[in-house]
């Protein structure tokens, strides 16, 4: 039920009292019993605890729906504009006015932070206008010289198309984009929409950045890891490219952040708007459950406003709770519609980044006439995706989001609750094109009780690993680069020794904190360090081949498809490749090399179909596997070489793995002996339920539900680990039965941390404890 409201005069969201809301305070039919519980954040779903370094650097630094492949590119449908619409569209938009001052602003100065609220044609159109600004002064530019980050893969996808729409050029002419694993780009490519991580590994190769004219940060404000690094990296290059010009653009109002990191301090250009009011509901209670509130809150919305038009935005949690939420909806929308309770037909449309190119461009267009459309989508449609004609919106007020859990030792996404700012964001996107309303499935209290004002930077809620061997790969130090002001907000000490620690662990760096060889050629790979040591060594133990399958299966989303309705079919066909006690890793090398027969190498096609198998997966694995294939050969590291022994290719996983190694206590239950985490064998394994159960596994990830499982595990002989890192793990005989056990000897506390001898401070309080 909605009952509270407030009248937020800071913010540009117009906020008041409605009669619905008041007919809900008065205990009218409007959606749902009350909250039995105080449970916001009652996660029906899932909890994911993810190994940091289990993925590929982008999708795990990433928005938890980050697609791990390219989708729109060339499927994109064709747009129905003509060029004159499109112009007038061009023309309409807020940023057009200001076109002349911001190049004249730009121009003049290295830094500019523009804001403006979404869809003002920020990330369309201002690339644009420099593009001509440049093309018009006739300077020769450097190939791409123009680029523009997003956080988000589907983003610098669907944008550059855009863009190269609005130009009337091909995508890869004039306009293109690089994201990992795909560049459309050509020698004629001036301006280029680019991921933030395909940047940082440019910078990494060119410090200097001296070819680049402009580089635009695009949606700042999300704060991702790589959005953070990029400001220290630009800040840094600056200093030593005198021409460079860089742009910060945000969507909500952190510029004096922005503005205050760098020196002199940066014009500000603001792009204003009026948005529409919107009328903004709580529920009266916290919400059992989100999607069941959600579902409900849609059909009412529909059935009261009847044939008036006005399309629906749910802002959902992930990708599960999205395809649940659409499933039901659709269904109990056919229900009421055969009932006769609701009149016209909903079209419900699902928005993720693991989506399907064509499923997402879906949601752009209009729906049939007399339909409404509803669009469940997760924080992805908050600023980086603007749909017109929405009019409702229904807030969750969750996310999934990337968290370190400090005793896992990991990375764990978790639903959580969005900011205050986030919230605002969401509220904001009913009122773009007329007076909207915005429910949120939260009460009024909980927004200002429960609610951050804005999102903790992922920086400050993930491992370091990553962009430490980035910096050591630079010639950077961490520790120092957070006491020479690089970092907009510095992390810990401790959140940097962690990183270091797993890099040590890796063999990336010394005891000293210094890069290895092993971590030089892994900072070369666009692969999280776990996935790049393991490909080193995979060299080593003569399997690279191999290798480099495993990890282009573990850079896609899950290969297995289980539905519920024929799990045990699913498990069927999932045991042909697997066999006991042995590892999942290998059953993902088996799946790979039996769909891929030898002849499909020129194809591309899958040779074999299975039933629960996501061919879609596989075939971006595949395509994965090349690239790192060629990147791998280009460092000299030997491909082709070959064991038949199943053995190197564990010892290469568990080498890559030696974090996590874990210790059965019972059955499937398993406790890891670097952080005590304790966890159990995830069903769909080969090792769930061994008559004989292995001793000691690593595993990929860990994965939170009712309770932690271990997903991806491979069985491993504690010799080998002590074998490899004598330094880190011991051997010793226990039992009755001699059997050999695995103990930890020792782990380095602070690597490459400034040693601080003694340092002497008055206490302040001195006088007054005595
Ligand atoms: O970046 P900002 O949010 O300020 O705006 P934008 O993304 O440049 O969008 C400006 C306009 O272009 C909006 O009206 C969008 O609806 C439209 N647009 C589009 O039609 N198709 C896209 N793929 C992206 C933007
Ligand atoms: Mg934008």
Redesign the pocket.
């Known amino acids: 039920e909605f009952g509270s409201m407030r009248t937020a005069d800071e913010h540009p969201v117009e906020i008041r009292e409605s009669l619905m809301a008041r007919k809900a305070r008065e205990g009218s039919e409007i959606v749902n019993n009350m909250a039995r519980q105080r449970a916001l954040l009652k996660a029906k779903t899932d909890y994911t605890v993810r190994n940091p370094t289990a993925r590929p650097t982008e999708a795990a630094t990433k928005e938890p729906d980050e697609p791990a492949d390219d989708r729109m590119g060339a499927q994109m449908p064709e747009t129905t504009q003509t060029r004159q619409q499109i112009r007038a569209?061009q023309q309409a938009?807020p940023?057009f006015k200001m076109r002349q001052g911001i190049l004249d602003t730009v121009f003049a100065s290295p830094v500019t932070v523009v804001v403006?609220?979404?869809?003002?044609?920020?990330?369309?159109?201002?690339p644009q206008y420099i593009l001509e600004a440049t093309n018009m002064a006739g300077k020769p530019l450097y190939p791409g010289s123009i680029v523009c980050t997003q956080p988000r893969r589907v983003a610098a996808v669907?944008?550059a198309?855009?863009v190269a729409v609005e130009r009337g050029a091909v995508l890869g002419g004039e306009v293109g984009y690089s994201i990992r694993f795909e560049d459309v780009t050509s020698d004629q490519t001036k301006l280029r929409y680019v991921t933030e991580g395909v940047l940082i590994r440019e910078l990494m190769t060119a410090p200097t950045a001296a070819k680049y004219s402009v580089i635009i940060i695009?949606?700042a404000h999300e704060r991702t890891i790589n959005t953070d690094l990029l400001f220290g990296l630009l800040k840094q290059a600056l200093g030593r490219h005198r021409g460079l010009r860089v742009i910060v653009?945000s969507?909500t109002l952190e510029a004096e952040k922005f503005r205050a990191f760098f020196s002199p301090t940066p014009p500000l250009i603001e792009?204003k708007t009026k948005p529409y009011p919107v009328e903004c509901l709580h529920t009266i209670g916290y919400q059992d459950d989100y999607v069941d509130s959600a579902v409900n809150q849609v059909l009412e919305i529909h059935r009261a406003q009847g044939a008036c038009p006005g399309d629906v935005l749910v802002f959902m949690t992930g990708q599960e709770d999205i395809d649940a939420t659409c499933d039901i909806l659709e269904q109990r929308a056919a229900e009421l519609l055969a009932d006769g309770t609701i009149a016209h037909p909903l079209l419900v449309l699902p928005m993720y980044g693991m989506l399907k190119a064509e499923e997402q461009m879906r949601i752009?267009s209009p729906p049939p006439p007399g339909t409404r459309k509803v669009i469940v989508s997760t924080n992805i449609a908050e600023?980086?995706?603007?749909?017109?004609g929405i009019v409702h919106v229904v807030d969750t007020g969750l996310a999934k989001l990337k968290v370190f859990s400090a005793p896992l030792g990991m990375d764990a996404l978790k639903v959580c609750p969005v900011s205050q700012a986030s919230a605002m964001q969401r509220t904001g996107r009913a009122g773009?094109t007329q007076p909207g309303r915005c429910y949120r499935l939260y009460p009024e209290t909980a927004f200002t009780g429960d609610l951050l004002e804005s999102t903790v930077p992922e920086l400050h809620r993930s491992n370091l690993a990553n962009i430490c061997l980035t910096l050591l790969k630079m010639g950077e130090s961490p520790h120092a680069w957070a006491e020479t002001g690089l970092f907009l907000d510095p992390p810990s000490k401790e959140a940097l020794n962690c990183a270091m620690r797993h890099l040590w662990m890796l063999e990336a760096v010394t005891d000293e904190g210094r890069l290895t060889r092993v971590g030089e050629v892994m900072a070369v790979f666009p692969l999280d360090p776990v996935l790049s040591r393991m490909l080193l060594a995979g060299e080593h133990y003569r399997c690279l081949s191999e290798v480099l399958t495993i990890i282009a299966m573990l850079s896609v989303p899950s290969v297995w498809y289980s539905p519920a309705q024929a799990a045990e079919k699913a498990k069927a066909e999932r045991q042909l490749f697997q066999s006991s006690p042995d590892s999942d890793h290998l059953a993902l090398l088996r799946l790979y090399s039996y769909v891929f027969r030898e002849d499909s190498r020129t194809s591309g096609k899958p040779k074999r179909k299975l039933q629960f198998v996501n061919m879609q997966n596989m075939v971006k694995a595949k395509k994965i596997r090349e690239q790192i294939r060629d990147m791998a050969k280009k460092y000299g590291l030997n491909p082709a070489t070959t064991t038949l022994r199943e053995d190197n290719i564990k010892k290469a996983i568990a080498r890559a793995l030696l974090i996590n190694v874990a210790e059965c206590e019972t059955g499937n239950r398993y406790s890891s002996l670097l952080t005590g985490a304790k966890g159990v064998i995830h069903s769909t394994s080969a090792l769930y339920d061994q008559n004989v159960a292995s001793r000691y596994i690593v595993f990929n990830e860990l994965v939170q539900t009712k309770q932690i499982y271990l997903r991806t595990v491979t069985a491993v002989d504690p010799n080998w680990i002590s074998d490899m890192r004598p330094d880190i793990f011991r051997t010793g005989s226990t039992g009755p039965v001699t059997r050999k056990s695995l103990a930890l000897a020792a782990v380095p506390d602070n690597l490459g941390a400034p040693s601080v001898g003694p340092v002497m401070v008055a206490s302040r309080d001195k006088g007054r404890r005595a």
């Open positions: 569209a938009l940023i403006g609220s979404t869809g003002s044609g920020k990330t369309t159109q201002l669907g944008v198309h855009r695009d949606e653009m969507a792009i752009f600023t980086s995706l603007t749909v017109d773009r």
